[in-house]
């Protein structure tokens, strides 16, 4: 298994700009979290769903933030219109059933200018 | 909700000696503590974790212990050595974590 795999990896956008970050879950994972991690603020969790179904967002700051899980393996995490401020290190994370240890993927760097 | 709280924020240790990185956390429905190191520029990996039914788990130089009592869980790391070098989070919580602030641990050779 190739693990937690997000997409891209880096990405500058410019304010005002729409911005699409992807995640694909371990295979026979079905808890998906998106994290928010910044030198300020840590790591925050913005939302996590359970066998596709959104459980608590409570964590996404604002409605320019938007996540869907189309499937049980892929993730979307959406910023319209992207700010300076949301630049930050996006990480989503999977597990089973959400009892257990997260397995993190890479991570996606996002600076808006 | 769950609020988790991580000290020290920075820890300088000698090589070969112990570290001990604390948290204390606030929701009573928690019942899984789990930690993470993560190296510069990399994603964050699970070294230990315990559940509210055990009170100490060890695994090679790391160990972790947890009062439920207290509400306060600790890392233990011993004989430490340079690759040790990294930011380390405890975390806690039932069907989310809830993160702590982190401790960078630097080993000095």
């Known amino acids: 298994d190739a693990g937690v795999i997000q997409s891209p990896r880096h990405e500058v956008t410019e304010m005002g700009q729409e911005v699409t970050l992807r995640c694909k879950l371990i295979s026979g994972h079905n808890s998906l979290f998106w994290y928010r991690q910044t030198m300020m603020r840590g790591l925050e969790l913005l939302i996590y769903?359970?066998?596709?179904?959104?459980?608590?967002d409570s964590g996404m700051p604002e409605d320019r933030f938007s996540a869907k899980m189309p499937n049980a393996s892929f993730s979307t995490l959406k910023i319209q219109p992207s700010e300076p401020r949301d630049s930050a290190v996006y990480f989503c994370?999977?597990?089973?059933?959400?009892?257990?240890?997260?397995?993190f993927g890479s991570g996606t760097r996002l600076t808006v200018v | 909700g769950e609020n988790v709280e991580q000290h020290p924020s920075t820890l300088s240790v000698q090589e070969g000696d112990s570290a001990v990185i604390k948290c204390t956390y606030s929701?009573?429905?928690?019942?899984?503590f789990p930690w993470y190191k993560q190296e510069l520029g990399k994603r964050p990996q699970l070294i230990i974790d315990i559940r509210s039914n055990v009170g100490e788990k060890k695994d090679q130089r790391i160990a972790v212990t947890l009062n439920k009592t207290a509400k306060h869980f600790s890392l233990h790391i011993t004989e430490t050595q340079p690759e040790d070098s990294a930011v380390y989070f405890c975390?806690?919580?039932?069907?989310?974590?809830?993160f702590g602030q982190g401790t960078r641990l630097t080993i000095n050779p």
């Open positions: 975390a806690a919580g039932a069907q989310k974590l809830v």
């Open positions: 994370a999977s597990s089973f059933q959400g009892r257990s240890g997260y397995t």
């Open positions: 929701d009573s429905a928690s019942n899984y």
């Open positions: 769903f359970n066998n596709n179904v959104p459980i608590d």
